[in-house]
């Protein structure tokens, strides 16, 4: 049976060692495969001849030689003292394998046997010819060329490494210092603390909000030791015991989500804390003095609790000067009245008075809203009162003639250097007890008359009140109406009409609003207010109001 893999030993080729004695360690290696010793010296005699040429020209072979068909002398390694590293190169054919490789440790030569099943083939002369023109050579000059150049090529690639190590270490440098510049300028203070909560960065800022308690404030100390000393300073306080305190700050640091917390300073100063947890464990807490803020802040307070308690006292007076339930009750047989302001105080007013053996009903939209307009609503009860009593009863186109005039001359809008331009649209019903009349007059004011379904819209002056360039006697046309039970009358400012909503975000509109109103004519006026309001917040929806709303509704 043929011998397993076996490794034979390197045989050294040292300076003085003759090829006789390599050619005889082959022959004997062959031998012990049972090679004859025809075969055997004649690999012998090949192999030290190939090893005399490797020599010669200063390159390594490795060589696989098929021996008697019972195995294959392979790995044949030749090494050189002159490189620093192995190469190897692998070739096959169906006789043999070689490859070759240098080691540095001196020239030497190995040689691996491996089984081979079947009969094998006698090395022929071609054979070892085929195998001279396959193996391949480098000359010692060329491998130390290589050499030369890859060592070039390395130190000039050190170099660049070099190089870029300097660039980077400068750019952090440069960027370290700009880190450092923006941390000790920030406006508040900031420390840095990582997983154990030891601290690794912090600026100048923190000691001058915090002091410096014990000496705890530097890179290096453990924020829970530092926020015991402040604890037991009083710099960081609470209405809990101090252990409770410390664990609250302490977890603080430990949250997954931020945190915020508000401190006052010994010496008064309110600082806002806010701690962010970052990837890599750290944790980043930044405090800002917020007392100039909280200062404003209870400043602005203060005032919108005066302006509040101003406006809200404003919208008593403006509630006190509307007419007195009663009064309409004993007028109309029905009736309601929907009045919300935009704001607290508003422009839209309604009045009535008795004027004679009658009554007079006024609704009124002053410009603008909110306090401006609740001042035109002042304005304007007091120029109605005095019009009252300047006007003979019943005549309402008069009446809105003398209350235009009294509005002009009170804003000084009848003269050219006045410096306002407001007025109101007022729509004014004149009732004689007979309780089967009406006088109606109005200024951009319609009249809406509701009967069996049917909606006449009275048009009014198309002028307003008190506006500059209104003439001075602006006449205004009245309409005497009969009237019956079966009537509903109706008066509405523009606030109703004008306000934006509905699918396509338009106004209410007037078509919309006579709609609503055959829609509700059969029910008491009680649940007519509550269908309009629920009518127009529904249309609203989403929008916001646009002005103050106001709506009479009666019969007779």
């Keep these: 049976m043929p011998r397993a893999l076996t490794r034979v030993g390197m045989l050294p080729l040292r300076s003085g060692v003759s090829i006789y004695g390599m050619r005889q360690k082959i022959a004997d290696t062959c031998r012990l495969v049972g090679c004859s010793e025809i075969d055997a010296a004649r690999t012998a005699s090949t192999v030290s001849g190939m090893v005399r040429d490797i020599c010669t020209n200063n390159t390594e072979r490795a060589l696989g030689i098929y021996l008697n ?77 290589q050499l030369r150049s890859t060592n070039e090529e390395l130190e000039a690639h050190k ?52 002091g410096n308690p014990e000496g705890r404030a530097e890179i290096g100390q453990s924020m829970r030791d530092l926020l015991q000393s402040e604890i037991k300073a009083g710099i960081v306080q609470g ?86 339930p009663a009064l309409l009750s004993s007028v109309f047989m029905d009736h309601f009245v929907l009045w919300e302001p935009r704001d607290v105080v508003g422009g839209d007013i309604y009045w009535a008075r008795k004027w004679g053996d009658g009554v007079l009903v006024i609704l009124g939209d002053c410009t603008g809203h909110g306090v401006p307009g609740a001042f035109m609503t002042l304005i304007t009860t007091g120029a109605m009162e005095r019009a009252l009593i300047e006007t003979p009863e019943g005549r309402v186109g008069d009446f809105l003639q003398k209350v235009h005039q009294l509005v002009q001359t009170t804003l000084n809008q009848d003269i050219p250097d006045g410096e306002s331009d407001d007025g109101m649209e007022l729509g004014v019903c004149f009732l004689p007890s007979d309780g089967k009349h009406m006088r109606f007059a109005a200024a951009r004011f319609d009249l809406f008359i509701v009967q069996d379904g049917e909606v006449e819209i009275l048009r009014s002056t198309k002028s307003g009140i008190g506006y500059r360039g ?69 249309y609203q929806g989403a929008q916001h109001r646009r002005d103050d709303v106001a709506v009479i509704g009666f019969r007779l």
Excluded: C, W
């Design 69 to 145: 068909g019972a195995t294959v002398v392979e790995d044949l390694i030749l090494t050189f003292p002159e490189t620093e590293q192995t190469i190897h190169a692998i070739q096959t054919s169906p006789y043999f394998d070689f490859q070759a490789g240098v080691t540095g440790t001196g020239i030497r030569l190995a040689a691996a046997i491996k089984p081979l099943r079947g009969r094998g083939v006698p090395i022929q002369d071609s054979l070892v010819e085929d195998l001279r023109g396959r193996l391949s050579s480098v000359s010692r000059k060329e491998l130390t060329e």
């Design 159 to 210: 170099i660049g490494l070099e190089k870029t190590v300097e660039e980077r270490t400068a750019s952090l440098s440069q960027k370290e210092a700009q880190l450092r510049m923006a941390l000790e300028n920030m406006p508040g203070a900031m420390v840095v603390v990582d997983s154990e909560l030891d601290i690794v960065l912090l600026n100048e800022k923190y000691r001058e909000f915090y």
């Design 239 to 324: 209405s809990d015991p101090d252990e409770d305190i410390l664990a609250t700050r302490v977890d603080s640091f430990k949250s997954s989500e931020p945190v915020s917390f508000e401190d006052t300073t010994i010496d008064g100063r309110h600082i806002q804390l806010s701690r962010n947890p970052a990837p890599d464990g750290h944790t980043v807490s930044v405090a800002v003095d917020i007392t100039e803020r909280k200062k404003a802040e209870e400043e602005l307070t203060d005032a919108f609790h005066i302006i509040s308690s101003s406006i809200n006292y404003a919208s008593r007076i403006q509630r006190s000067v509307l007419p007195d």
């Design 470 to 538: 209104i003439p001075f006697d602006q006449s205004f046309q009245e309409h005497d109406l009969s009237l019956s039970s079966a009537q509903s009358i109706y008066l509405t400012s523009d606030g109703l009409i004008d306000q934006v909503g509905g699918e396509r975000g338009r106004a209410f509109g007037k078509k919309r609003f006579s709609a609503l109103l055959r829609e509700i004519e059969g029910k008491p006026m009680a649940e007519q207010q509550e269908a309009v309001h629920q009518a127009l917040i529904a």
